[in-house]
């Protein structure tokens, strides 16, 4: 399938520009004499534990594709106050022990500063009191999971949208805007699949509904026709998708074959991948997200064609959200340290990212942070594969 062969090769060109050789990074002193950990004279050392071999390489290649491109252009151009940003990569496999060896590695070897980009929400859960111990920032994970946010924390920050939220607006927008009457949910039994199930729940109730069906499966299950015959014989009309992408596409094959039609599928940001577009079963599947992405054909601004041309020179494939989001993350992560100023401290970081009360990407979007909003976006974007594309529908959907 060509996506494994993009996949692949993106793997490939991350895991040989990672750098980072492991050395620890010697501390510089802020203004006051205390230790800065990650920062030098001439370096600032950010790290990420992401998934570049397994079930979600495709958000963790290119999130570290996307992010590795800005820095490069930052460092090219003097980097940022003298200093040039190293970025250091570990491959965790989408495992929890492996991400813990690696955030490990990271705090205590490396000495990073900040983590950016962290890929999954079990494994962002599991490392966060690692790093905050250490006085680490969790910058920008590729998670949308409510814990990325909440309990509110100075050190974490979010510029996506929240799972939770996308799934309330999803059963909002469905119900009132395409009539749909018998919503369910079918979800992975893991922190994320039940946030799905939790906002599901919540909006469902809210608007006087209640969910008709709901089916959980364990991420390595690949046998649905019974889950599909209990969703089906429930009468739902709405199924709302608390997976990514490999049970995404059996659950949607299985459906297809059972005949089953008259069914919205709505994902999230989880599952708005091209390798859903690819399949026969995906046409029509619906996903609630935070930006949506660009074909070759579309019409890109120059600012965005620019950024295209050299994603497709340096990588030799078409970015994704993934690598939008990825370049986007390091982007607001370079305007936070400009902001911050040449005495980099954890504290000066933290409010120069709360500085950042209304920013637009170079792709049209807007995300806003404060002292007391940590979470970038507040809307979605309603997008539908069609024609073995995806195709943006409306913005701005909130419930």
Same mark, same amino acid.
């Given at each position: 399938?060509?996506?494994?062969?993009?996949?692949?090769?993106?793997?490939?060109?991350?895991?040989?520009?990672?750098?980072?050789?492991?050395?620890?990074?010697?501390?510089?002193?802020?203004?006051?004499?205390?230790?800065?950990?990650?920062?030098?004279?001439?370096?600032?050392?950010?790290?990420?534990?992401?998934?570049?071999?397994?079930?979600?390489?495709?958000?963790?290649?290119?999130? !570290?594709?996307?992010?590795? #491109?800005?820095?490069?252009?930052?460092?090219?151009?003097?980097?940022?106050?003298?200093?040039?940003?190293?970025?250091?990569?570990?491959?965790?496999?989408?495992?929890?022990?492996?991400?813990?060896?690696?955030?490990?590695?990271?705090?205590?070897?490396?000495?990073?500063?900040?983590?950016?980009?962290?890929?999954?929400?079990?494994?962002?859960?599991?490392? #966060?009191?690692?790093?905050?111990?250490?006085?680490?920032?969790?910058?920008?994970?590729?998670?949308?999971?409510?814990? #990325?946010?909440?309990?509110?924390?100075?050190?974490?920050?979010?510029?996506?949208?929240?799972?939770?939220?996308?799934?309330?607006?999803?059963?909002?927008?469905?119900?009132?805007?395409?009539?749909?009457?018998?919503?369910?949910?079918?979800?992975?039994? !893991?922190?994320?699949?039940?946030?799905? $199930?939790?906002?599901?729940?919540?909006?469902?109730?809210?608007?006087? $509904?209640?969910?008709?069906?709901?089916?959980?499966?364990?991420?390595?299950?690949?046998?649905?026709?019974?889950?599909?015959?209990? $969703?089906?014989?429930?009468?739902?009309?709405?199924?709302?998708?608390?997976?990514?992408?490999?049970?995404?596409? $059996?659950?949607?094959?299985?459906?297809?074959?059972?005949?089953?039609?008259?069914?919205?599928?709505?994902?999230?940001?989880?599952?708005?991948?091209?390798?859903?577009?690819?399949?026969?079963?995906?046409?029509?599947?619906?996903?609630?997200?935070?930006?949506?992405?660009?074909?070759?054909?579309?019409?890109?601004?120059?600012?965005?064609?620019?950024?295209?041309?050299?994603?497709?020179?340096?990588?030799?494939?078409?970015?994704?959200?993934?690598?939008?989001?990825?370049?986007?993350?390091?982007?607001?992560?370079?305007?936070?340290?400009?902001?911050?100023?040449?005495?980099?401290?954890?504290?000066? #970081?933290?409010?120069?990212?709360?500085?950042?009360?209304?920013?637009?990407?170079?792709?049209?979007?807007?995300?806003?942070?404060?002292?007391?909003?940590?979470?970038?976006?507040?809307?979605?974007?309603?997008?539908?594969?069609?024609?073995?594309?995806?195709?943006?529908?409306?913005?701005?959907?909130?419930?």
């Amino acid at each position: 399938m060509k996506w494994v062969n993009v996949l692949i090769v993106g793997m490939a060109l991350v895991l040989a520009g990672c750098g980072g050789s492991g050395d620890q990074a010697q501390s510089a002193e802020s203004a006051s004499g205390t230790p800065t950990r990650g920062v030098t004279a001439d370096e600032i050392v950010l790290g990420v534990y992401t998934d570049l071999s397994g079930p979600t390489a495709i958000w963790g290649v290119g999130a !570290t594709n996307g992010a590795r #491109m800005k820095f490069d252009e930052v460092n090219a151009a003097g980097g940022v106050h003298g200093r040039q940003i190293r970025y250091v990569v570990e491959d965790t496999s989408y495992q929890v022990p492996k991400a813990m060896s690696a955030a490990n590695k990271l705090v205590n070897r490396d000495e990073v500063f900040a983590i950016l980009l962290g890929v999954g929400t079990p494994l962002n859960n599991a490392i #966060m009191p690692m790093l905050f111990e250490n006085s680490v920032i969790n910058l920008f994970p590729i998670s949308g999971g409510r814990q #990325m946010v909440e309990p509110f924390h100075q050190l974490k920050f979010t510029q996506r949208g929240i799972y939770y939220d996308e799934v309330r607006a999803s059963v909002n927008y469905f119900v009132e805007q395409r009539g749909a009457q018998v919503p369910c949910v079918i979800y992975q039994d !893991t922190d994320y699949g039940v946030e799905i $199930l939790e906002g599901a729940e919540d909006q469902a109730a809210a608007m006087g $509904l209640e969910i008709a069906a709901v089916s959980a499966h364990k991420p390595t299950d690949s046998e649905f026709t019974a889950a599909i015959l209990r $969703l089906k014989n429930a009468g739902c009309d709405l199924v709302l998708m608390g997976t990514v992408h490999r049970d995404t596409i $059996l659950i949607l094959d299985a459906a297809r074959k059972m005949g089953w039609e008259g069914v919205s599928w709505v994902g999230n940001n989880a599952v708005y991948a091209q390798v859903i577009a690819d399949q026969e079963s995906g046409q029509g599947f619906y996903s609630f997200v935070h930006m949506a992405r660009f074909y070759a054909d579309d019409v890109m601004s120059p600012e965005v064609k620019s950024w295209w041309d050299s994603y497709v020179a340096t990588y030799d494939v078409e970015p994704g959200l993934a690598a939008m989001e990825g370049y986007r993350g390091a982007a607001l992560t370079v305007e936070a340290l400009e902001r911050a100023g040449a005495e980099l401290t954890t504290e000066g #970081m933290v409010a120069a990212l709360e500085s950042i009360d209304s920013y637009t990407d170079i792709f049209g979007y807007n995300v806003s942070f404060g002292p007391d909003k940590h979470s970038g976006a507040t809307e979605s974007v309603l997008s539908q594969v069609q024609d073995g594309r995806w195709v943006k529908l409306e913005e701005a959907i909130s419930y």
